[in-house]
């Protein structure tokens, strides 16, 4: 599938971003894995070789949906957690740790998604996107 997400959105979402103060925002290439499992050493090698920025569990099959029913698709990931491609180090994802660092940046994307359906909704002329956003 090409052309996955919607450009505009994308913009409006890094805009917002900018506007919010977030610094550590890219645009990359996202990589969709089977879990639970976190990946292997291997599968982050090749994976780094072919150009993928951040790997999931989710999100893929969501859009694929999205993109079938005719929506325009804007999906964001929180970095969890940095891949190790040493074997040596034996530096593996704790899942304590991914789980802490979601939590430290809840209200972040919170607000990132508030503004984000504020905005559309603005664009739209509607007042109250029944989001549970305060407007």
């Known amino acids: 599938m090409t052309d996955a997400y919607d450009p505009a959105l994308i913009t409006r979402a890094l805009g917002i971003a900018e506007e919010m103060g977030i610094q550590d925002v890219k645009v ?6 089977g879990g639970p499992n976190q990946e ?3 599968e982050c090698k090749m ?5 993928v920025d951040a790997v999931g569990m989710s999100t893929a099959h969501e859009v694929v949906t999205a993109q079938h029913c005719g929506l325009k698709v804007f999906a964001f990931s929180l970095i969890t957690s940095k891949a190790s491609l040493d074997y040596e180090k034996k530096e593996y994802a704790n899942r304590a740790e991914v789980v802490a660092v979601g939590k430290s940046r809840e209200s972040t994307c919170r607000e990132l998604m508030c503004r984000m359906i504020k905005s559309i909704a ?6 109250d996107p029944s989001c549970g956003c305060s407007m």
Do not use: D, K, V
Not at 47 to 51: A, Q, R, S
Not at 122 to 127: I, L
């Open 40 to 42: 292997s050493i291997a």
């Open 47 to 51: 994976l780094h070789t072919i150009g």
């Open 28 to 33: 990359g290439t996202y990589c969709f894995l």
């Open 122 to 127: 603005a664009e739209r002329g509607t007042s």
